[in-house]
């Protein structure tokens, strides 16, 4: 074989040489690999690694940290604070530093009663055309100007949309004046301002632009956990929606307030089941509504629950929760908390928040045998894994009751609206 031919022999199994080791799963480590770590002081916490890619740990005052296991990094810090991973491939080679954040585990009392939440909602939520009959035909105004079910109405004729009483003020205000009603529009997919004009209805004597909306919208869910300490608390597990179009709604003010379940509908494989539930005064559960975010309702009690779990466990982090038996903690009678069994199928790796974090199947036979396994009011039902709360209930899976998904306590309790008052460090 000539010279020439063997520098491209030679070229080409090197670089196929390279391109089948980067594809192994220790060199697809290197590049996933989180650009930052945060570990709770005293846990270990393991990260998918390989032994043949060797790692040195050093913090500020170059104190060695804890790494054991030949299939995964397991990081232990005995005290809180900053430090660094430094990665050597094959022992020799810098490849990057990897900032751990090592923090103090944040205590929180687990929920899992159940709750009625009803809420002012920031703008009037537009629920249904309504025409009006003028004369001998029928017109829509509010349609013909391009509003839609679903939308929100944020402003009216330059003023906050606080209630009802706003928008029938100004439609009559507007129509008297013969000129148009100036809506500002929260869509689903942009902002945008629309003109209606209103017209006059011999039957009620009023100006109508033709449509109902609403200023208010509740629901029933369950507490995920509150801070023993400022008695802030998270519950739902995701957002609260206007009922027609399952869009969030901004929420100006609200009440939380105990919920006494007196029945259930089992869930089937077509059909969903549901907690069957009625106000029960402020005995248990009694509190404001703050806020709404993408992982449900955040208040503040006006007393901690005298029913339920009364025990503070730490937040897990993300990387600790894994595939395993976990229970939840829901009601199914009265407004008492029980304990039932799952197991998580999944954990799905994140560095944002999500509402389908976590996969579990309902194993407890006595759940199964009167839900048929997760149903509506099960929201926010905290559940725990060997001692730590790791997430809350959020969705079912559809046509598949006995599985449901979860999202991480860890992003819920990260809700800059649920860290107002500031969290309690244990």
């Known amino acids: 074989m000539k010279k020439p031919q063997v520098k491209k022999v030679a070229g080409a199994v090197a670089a196929l040489g390279i391109m089948t080791a980067g594809t192994t799963a220790p060199a697809s480590r290197i590049f996933y690999f989180p650009e930052r770590l945060e570990v709770s002081q005293g846990q270990d916490v393991l990260v998918n690694w390989s032994r043949f890619l060797p790692v040195a740990i050093r913090n500020g005052t170059s104190q060695p940290v804890m790494v054991r296991g030949a299939s995964g990094l397991d990081f232990q810090a005995p005290q809180a604070g900053q430090y660094l991973l430094h990665f050597r491939l094959f022992g020799w080679l810098p490849w990057r530093g990897v900032p751990v954040d090592v923090t103090k585990p944040v205590y929180v009392v687990p929920g899992g009663e159940s709750l009625g939440v009803v809420v002012r909602t920031r703008g009037l939520v537009v629920t249904h055309f309504a025409p009006v009959r003028v004369a001998n035909r029928i017109v829509d105004p509010a349609a013909e100007a391009g509003v839609e079910r679903g939308d929100v109405i944020a402003q009216v004729d330059g003023l906050p949309a606080v209630g009802v009483g706003v928008l029938e003020q100004r439609v009559n205000v507007d129509g008297t004046r013969h000129r148009p009603v100036s809506l500002r529009i929260v869509g689903a997919r942009s902002e945008r301002v629309r003109l209606v004009q209103p017209v006059w ?83 248990n559960i009694s509190g404001t509504v703050a806020d709404n975010g993408i992982l449900g309702i955040v ?128």
């Open 201 to 283: 209805s011999s039957a009620t004597h009023q100006f109508h632009i033709g449509l109902d909306v609403q200023d208010r919208t509740s629901g029933v869910g369950t507490l995920s956990f509150y801070n023993p300490a400022t008695n802030q608390y998270a519950a739902l597990g995701h957002s609260m929606t206007d009922g027609l179009t399952r869009r969030p709604v901004g929420v100006m003010a609200g009440r939380a307030i105990g919920a006494d379940i007196v029945g259930l509908v089992p869930a089937t494989d077509t059909q969903p089941g549901q907690k069957v539930g009625v106000l029960a005064g402020p005995t």
């Open 299 to 426: 208040g503040h009690l006006d007393h901690q629950p005298v029913l339920g779990p009364q025990k503070e466990v730490p937040i897990a982090l993300p990387d600790q929760v894994h595939p395993g038996p976990a229970t939840i903690i829901t009601v199914l009678h009265g407004q008492s908390p029980e304990m039932f069994h799952i197991e998580i199928l999944k954990a799905v790796q994140q560095y944002a928040p999500n509402v389908k974090g976590l996969l579990f199947r309902v194993t407890d036979p006595s759940l199964l045998a009167k839900t048929g396994g997760i149903v509506q009011g099960m929201s926010g039902s905290p559940i725990l894994q060997n001692g730590r709360l790791v997430g809350a209930v959020t969705h079912v899976l559809v046509n598949r009751p006995t599985l449901g998904f979860g999202c991480y306590a860890y992003w819920m309790e990260r809700q800059p609206s649920f860290r107002m008052v500031g969290a309690h460090i244990g």
